[in-house]
């Protein structure tokens, strides 16, 4: 009933174990799910609930995986951008501009990938003049 860490992470104590792994970058639902089954875990376990040989069980099992996680995954992600932009690919210059790199339109709904810029149009009404 100690603090749960895997991977350098603080697992939250108050979710279902197949929740909290998936607060490891790599980790999503899918692979919490096999690396729980594969550790003969409950999924409705609670994360403060879970004994030191059950959680050496899962690590054991992420280990056995050989898993790409939290500050590794960065580093192959970062490194792939940086080899798109080298041999300058589509998606490399697209990268560079800070424009969506995916084929999504850019007219309107680029706000995540531009910046969040947001300039609303005023009224064509004049201001009043001000009291001098």
Request: aromatic share 2%.
């Amino acid at each position: 009933m100690a603090v749960v860490r895997i991977a350098g992470v603080t697992l939250p104590d108050n979710k279902h174990i197949v929740i909290a792994l998936t607060y490891i970058k790599g980790i999503g639902r899918t692979k919490s799910r096999q690396i729980l089954k594969e550790a003969n875990i409950d999924e409705v376990t609670q994360s403060k609930a879970l004994s030191e040989e059950e959680i050496g069980r899962i690590r054991a099992v992420i280990e056995k995986k050989n898993l790409v996680l939290e500050g590794d995954l960065a580093r192959a992600v970062h490194s792939n951008i940086k080899r798109l932009k080298e041999i300058g690919s589509w998606r490399g210059s697209r990268h560079i501009r800070h424009l969506p790199v995916r084929g999504q339109r850019t007219k309107t709904n680029s706000r995540t990938v531009r910046g969040n810029v947001r300039k609303t149009a005023t009224s064509g009404k004049k201001p009043t003049a001000q009291k001098t």
